[in-house]
């Protein structure tokens, strides 16, 4: 029998605008990996299906020994059963029964996760979180997903959702969010909050934006996440303030978490992690200034993920190793 700890695993990581995968050996090591865009608001679930199928396919073909599993970290709320994804926000999917779909197509044991859960499995297991009995990761991206890992077990709750902190409501009347509510926390400190405020200042013809009007001929549909990331790495005070805005929105929600879970540290993953500093310091100042008790209590680390983009598929295959690990028992 192979042993699932020293076999290749393959995740799979799907977001609102992508499904990436990798080839993941036992040590949380990237072999290979490929990459592919969604189809904008597809409103056919096949149409991820058949993406995710050929991704899996094409890893599989380049695998030098067994695949042992395939777990798939999905941008939405999952069953416990691990099987179904019941709500999407950004994608097509309503109670699709995602695994046994894939299983029908695929000759391997199939997984399905919460991606974030799979992104904090690989920052707990191989990243800047390793030996912290309780993490919690928020992932920026698109929107936010969050996760929980407390002595090494992830946190999924009574019906799987748990972890759906970017529905969290943090403005009443605020800003109307893909998942049907207004004021959610999403709509404050995500990757299209901060692209809808820099546009914003584009459309108005604000002064204060005239670099990042001029990076993309002055058409605000074209600006993006890393555009302004980059500007604001550049010097372009505008970028670095909106960026700062995004990490006390961030910051002021992490205090709320750590209200509810007191973790031992922040894990902060998704793509507008990659700002670093230029984020991650306001949060963390505003994440002192609400923090309930302040000063007389110990405050959770607030560190940047380690592992970026492939914490999604890294942590997918880890889970699915796992999973087959202890069916073997």
Request: aromatic share 6%; hydrophobic share 45%; proline share 4%.
């Amino acid at each position: 029998m192979t042993d699932p700890h020293t076999s290749l695993a393959i995740g799979i990581d799907i977001g609102g605008t992508k499904v990436a995968g990798g080839l993941v050996d036992a040590s949380g090591t990237v072999i290979d990996q490929v990459r592919r865009n969604t189809p904008h608001r597809t409103t056919e679930p096949k149409v991820v299906e058949d993406l995710i199928v050929e991704v899996v396919q094409e890893l599989h073909g380049r695998a030098t020994s067994e695949v042992v599993g395939v777990g798939i970290g999905a941008a939405g709320f999952v069953a416990a059963d691990r099987a179904t994804v019941v709500f999407a926000p950004h994608l097509s999917w309503r109670h699709e029964p995602l695994r046994d779909a894939l299983l029908q197509r695929l000759d391997v044991p199939v997984f399905v996760d919460n991606d974030a859960n799979a992104a904090c499995w690989a920052e707990y297991r191989f990243g800047n979180v390793q030996g912290e009995s309780h993490v919690v990761m928020v992932n920026l991206g698109t929107g936010i997903g969050g996760a929980i890992v407390v002595d090494g077990r992830i946190q999924r709750g009574r019906f799987g959702i748990a972890g759906e902190f970017g529905h969290m409501q943090v403005m009443p009347g605020g800003h109307r969010c893909e998942c049907g509510n207004r004021g959610c926390w999403e709509q404050y400190a995500s990757g299209n909050a901060l692209v809808r405020e820099a546009r914003s200042l584009v459309l108005a013809g604000s002064p204060l934006a005239h670099d990042l009007a001029a990076s993309v001929g002055g058409d605000p549909r074209e600006l993006t996440g890393p555009m302004v990331t980059e500007a604001a790495r550049a010097g372009d005070p505008t970028a670095a303030e909106l960026l700062a805005e995004i990490g006390t929105w961030l910051g002021t929600g992490l205090a709320n978490l750590a209200n509810a879970f007191d973790p031992g540290a922040f894990v902060i993953g998704g793509g507008v992690s990659a700002a670093g500093s230029m984020l991650l310091d306001p949060a963390r100042d505003s994440f002192r200034r609400h923090l309930a008790g302040r000063g007389y209590r110990p405050e959770a680390r607030i560190v940047q993920a380690a592992l970026g983009n492939e914490s999604g598929f890294v942590g997918a295959a880890d889970l699915a190793r796992t999973a087959v690990a202890e069916a073997d028992r």
